[in-house]
């Protein structure tokens, strides 16, 4: 089974994240697109016909969403089976933290590893 297709997304705290993404948009170019959100749109590498995308997002220095770990960064992995990579994460003994969600853009499961980093895991739509 294939375990991490790539990079899904990375994910910081900032204490003004509009003031920075600002920042970022206009010394690097990272812009958001209509929906707000940063992507940089990329291809797999084994079906070059798939396209695949990175997230990028700055998060509230009082955001709640990497808990429970007290990290200010988050990182986000895209998968292919996230039922089936669950399931065999808990045979080695990891814990899923909370339920899986459904969004219209993808599934989301999170793990924790051994120093206390929130990882999402992120099963993209069909055909992304």
């Known amino acids: ?21 600002k920042w970022y948009e206009t010394h ?3 812009a958001p697109d209509v929906d707000g959100y940063v992507s940089f749109h990329l291809r797999d590498e084994a ?10 997002e700055a998060f509230s220095s ?8 007290d ?11 996230l039922d089936g990579l669950l399931a065999v994460l808990k045979e080695e003994g990891i814990d899923q933290c909370g339920d899986i969600e459904d ?3 993808g599934r989301f499961a ?3 590893d051994p120093e206390g980093n929130k990882i999402e895991l992120w099963e993209p739509p069909e055909g992304e």
Do not use: C, H
């Open 47 to 56: 079906d070059l016909e798939r396209k695949a995308r990175m997230a990028w």
């Open 103 to 105: 969004e219209g853009y």
């Open 71 to 81: 990290k200010d960064y988050m990182f986000n992995y895209r998968v292919a089976d």
């Open 1 to 21: 089974m294939k375990r991490v297709l790539g990079m899904g997304g990375v994910f910081f705290k900032a204490d003004d994240p509009k003031a920075l993404k």
């Open 110 to 112: 999170w793990i924790m």
């Open 62 to 69: 009082d955001t709640r969403y990497f808990q429970p770990s």
């Open 28 to 30: 690097l170019g990272i």
